[in-house]
């Protein structure tokens, strides 16, 4: 990587910078603008792979000589997108229909290198919920509020009690960034790593 190269993160997510800030001390973060509604008939990997390359690509536009870091995450509850809530009466339906059940979340990476050339990963994680109250839910909602997550959860939080298990590869990928394969991407686009 070029000394007056940066690394920029597409997202003005805190959860997403958090988990960067693990890997590299110093990037930019800018907001892609990117619009989000899902295409006919697309599979949720699909949508999240999609997007996280669409914000990538619409950084690297503005912010040449950088490598760009795009990222998705998308929940799929038997064929059914779980979006972020928004509302609490959403995230209480939400979190009802999960209840009992697993949820997939589908969590993309894209990282633009010099060149402009996007490489994508999909990390896929699985979470059991366990058969939740209408008293659980209206006791998680009212005190985490997070209509701003997928699913209506926040794992980094007091989420993790409303799960049986998590079965994935990367666990920072629930929380929205998969490290691992970040950390590859970025590594495979110049950018030295410890």
Not at 27 to 48: I, N, S, Y
Not at 55 to 72: F, L, Y
Not at 112 to 120: E, M, N, S
């Amino acid at each position: 990587m070029s000394p007056q190269s940066t690394v920029v993160l597409a997202s003005t997510s805190a959860y997403r910078a958090g988990l960067l800030r693990r890997l590299i001390d110093h990037f930019e973060q800018v907001a892609p603008g990117t619009d989000e509604a899902a295409l006919p008939g697309e599979h949720a990997a699909a949508r999240a792979a999609r997007l996280a390359e669409a914000k990538a690509r619409a950084v690297a536009e503005t912010r040449p000589g950088s490598i760009v870091i795009g990222s998705d995450q998308v929940a799929d509850l038997g064929g059914r997108v779980l979006d972020k809530p928004g509302t609490v009466i959403e995230a209480h339906r939400q979190l009802t229909a999960s209840s009992g059940r697993e949820v997939t979340f589908h969590t993309a990476v894209c990282v633009i290198d010099l060149q402009g050339d996007a490489t994508t990963h999909v990390d896929e994680t699985r979470v059991c919920f366990r058969d939740l109250s209408r008293s659980d839910i209206e006791r998680y909602v009212e005190r985490e509020r997070p209509l701003d997550c997928a699913g209506s959860f926040k794992c980094e939080g007091l989420g993790i009690v409303l799960f049986e298990r998590i079965e994935n590869e990367d666990p920072t990928a629930l929380v929205g960034l998969p490290l691992i394969a970040t950390a590859r991407l970025l590594r495979a686009a110049g950018v030295v790593l410890p």
